[in-house]
C-alpha cells in the first residue's frame, strides 16, 4: 500500500525523481507533480479534468430542494482561454511521461470534452475511439428545458498512429458474452454503497466515477503490472480498480479531503486472486444483460465457484467474465454447452451459485441487476 507525499516545491526546483512513486497519492498540482515524473515512464494514463461546468448559481428540483451539483473552486475557470492553457500544460506533461506504445483515456461532459479533443489532436495525440459511457440510471433534467443528459464521452488515444498499444480484445469480447464489445457502453452512474459520503452524508466528491467503469477500461487497455497514472485522483477510483486487476498506480490530487477518501477506500481494496486474472471469451445470451456486468458491478466476484444444479460440474468465474472448469472455458453459455455435449446451453438458467446452503442460478442475479439499474 503506498503512502501519500506532502505538498512539494514547484517540478524547477528539485531534480526528477529517480524512482516511479508507485502506489502512491501525490498530493499537489497535476503539471507540477508531472513534472517530476520520468519520461516515458507511464503504461497508462485515465483523466476525468475538471469539466468547467460553468454553473452560474444552485440548482433546484420542482419542490424545491437543492441540487447536489458540481460547486467546488476547482472545477471553475474564468474564461474558455484559461481553461484551455490548463488542458494543454497537463496535456503536455501526460504526453511526455507516457510510453511510446501507452495510450491516453480522457472522460467529460459537453461542457469540456470538445476542447480536449481538439487540444489532444493538436498535441499530436492519434484518436482511437471516443466511447460514450451511457448512463443506466442518470440524474434527471429538473427544469424540463433540454434532453436529459444521460452520458459522457471518453476519448481514447495513442502517442502515434503507428503506436503499438494494448488492446485486450479478447478479454472485452468476453466481458460481453462472447460480442464485440461495442464503443457505447450502458453503465449505472455510482449509487449506494460504492457512493463516498461525508459524516453529514453528504457526497464526497460530486463526480465520483463507478468502478465498473475504470473496471472496463483498465481490463482492456493495461496488463497485470502495468503502471496506471491518474492526474485527477479525486476519491481514488482509479487506485481501487488497479489494485483489485493488479495494476500498479499513481495518483494526483490537491485536495487534502480527497486524498483522505482515496488512501482510506484504496487500503480496504483486496487484489483479485491470482488465477481469476485470465479467461475465454464466448457467446452471446437474451436479454441482452452481459454476465460480465455482472462481475464489473461487483454482483459476482472473479474466482466465485458457479456449478449445475445436480452439481456434476463446478467452474471459476474469471475477471473478464468468463468460466474455466479443468481445461475447458468460455463463457456462461459456451461452457455448458461444452459441457454437456449440447450445441447450445442457457447458461443463466444452467449455472448456479451456492447462497445460504442452497444453489441459486444465476438468472436470480440478473434480475436483481435489473431491478436495481435497468
Not at 506504445?101 to 492519434?126: M, P
Not at 481490463?219 to 481501487?240: E, H, N, R, S
Not at 464489473?296 to 467452474?315: Q, Y
Request: aromatic letters at 8%; charged letters at 25%; glycine letters at 8%.
Amino acid at each position: 500500500m503506498g503512502i501519500v507525499r506532502a505538498l512539494r516545491k514547484p517540478a524547477e526546483a528539485r531534480p526528477a525523481l529517480a524512482l516511479l512513486p508507485l502506489d502512491t497519492i501525490l498530493r499537489g498540482d497535476c503539471v507540477a507533480e508531472m513534472a517530476a515524473l520520468p519520461d516515458k515512464s507511464i503504461d497508462m494514463i485515465f483523466a476525468d479534468p475538471p469539466y468547467n461546468l460553468q454553473l452560474g448559481g444552485d440548482l433546484h428540483r420542482p419542490e424545491g430542494g437543492k441540487v447536489d451539483a458540481v460547486m467546488d473552486h476547482w472545477d471553475r475557470f474564468d474564461s474558455f482561454e484559461a481553461y484551455d492553457r490548463f488542458t494543454r500544460a497537463w496535456l503536455h506533461e501526460a504526453r511526455r511521461i507516457l510510453k511510446d506504445d501507452g495510450t491516453l483515456w480522457v472522460i467529460g461532459s459537453y461542457h469540456n470534452i470538445f476542447r480536449v479533443g481538439a487540444a489532444l489532436q493538436d498535441a499530436g495525440f492519434w484518436i482511437l475511439n471516443d466511447i460514450v459511457w451511457r448512463k443506466a440510471n442518470p440524474m434527471p433534467n429538473f427544469k424540463g428545458t433540454r434532453f436529459t443528459n444521460a452520458h459522457e464521452t471518453m476519448i481514447w488515444c495513442s502517442k502515434s498512429e503507428k503506436a503499438r498499444y494494448t488492446f485486450n480484445y479478447r478479454a472485452m469480447k468476453g466481458l460481453n458474452d462472447d460480442v464485440q464489445m461495442r464503443s457505447d457502453w450502458s453503465l449505472p452512474i455510482c449509487s449506494g454503497a460504492e457512493r463516498l459520503k461525508d459524516d453529514d452524508g453528504h457526497k464526497t466528491h460530486p463526480t465520483q466515477k463507478p468502478e465498473s467503469l475504470l473496471y472496463r477500461v483498465l481490463l482492456a487497455a493495461t496488463k497485470p503490472g502495468d503502471i496506471v497514472l491518474d492526474p485527477f485522483f479525486g476519491t481514488g477510483t482509479t487506485g481501487a480498480v488497479a489494485r483489485r486487476l493488479r495494476r500498479r498506480w499513481i495518483g494526483i490530487e490537491r485536495e487534502s479531503k480527497y486524498v483522505e477518501a482515496a488512501q482510506a477506500r484504496i487500503h480496504s481494496t483486496l487484489p483479485l486472486d491470482e488465477s481469476a486474472m485470465v479467461g475465454v471469451p464466448e457467446k452471446a445470451s437474451q436479454p441482452r444483460v452481459a454476465f460480465g456486468l455482472l462481475v464489473e458491478n461487483g454482483m459476482v466476484a472473479p474466482g466465485t465457484i458457479l456449478m449445475d444444479v445436480k452439481r456434476r460440474w463446478s467452474a471459476e468465474v474469471k475477471a473478464d467474465g468468463s468460466l474455466v472448469c479443468e481445461t475447458q472455458g468460455g463463457s456462461i453459455h459456451r461452457l455448458g454447452a461444452l459441457l454437456q455435449g449440447a450445441p447450445s446451453c442457457n447458461g443463466w438458467t444452467f449455472w448456479h451459485i451456492e447462497e445460504a446452503g442452497a444453489l441459486v442460478a444465476i438468472d436470480a442475479l440478473r434480475q436483481r441487476h435489473l431491478a436495481e439499474f435497468v
